[in-house]
C-alpha cells in the first residue's frame, strides 16, 4: 500500500496493536519500520516496512532487500495498487 510516497510491506495486521511506532532503518536509503504495540501482550513488533518511492524504490527493490535480510511479510503494496502475497518466502502474484 502506498502511504503517502511509500511502499508498504506488511509484517502483520494494523487491528492487532494499539498504536505504532516509525522507526528509521536507513534514512540515505529510505527504508523505515513501522512498530505497533500489540493489544494483548503490550509487547512491540515490526507491523509494516516502508521503502521511499523519492528514493527510487521499487517492488522488485523491495522484495529483493526482503530477502537478502531475511525478512518475511505478508503482503507488499505498489504506488499503482498492485497487491503481491508472500507465502512461505515465495512471492506470488495475487
Request: with cysteine.
Amino acid at each position: 500500500m502506498t502511504i503517502g510516497n511509500f511502499i508498504k510491506a506488511r509484517v502483520e495486521s494494523s487491528s492487532l496493536f494499539s498504536k505504532f511506532r516509525v522507526v528509521t532503518i536507513s534514512d540515505k536509503k529510505g527504508i523505515c519500520a513501522i512498530y505497533g504495540l500489540i493489544k494483548e501482550t503490550a509487547d512491540w513488533k515490526i507491523q509494516a516496512y516502508q521503502f521511499s518511492i523519492k528514493k527510487l524504490w521499487t517492488v522488485e527493490k523491495a522484495k529483493s532487500w526482503l530477502k537478502i535480510n531475511n525478512k518475511v511479510v505478508k503482503s507488499i503494496y505498489s504506488e499503482d495498487g498492485l497487491h503481491m502475497v508472500i507465502i512461505g518466502g515465495k512471492i506470488k502474484d495475487e
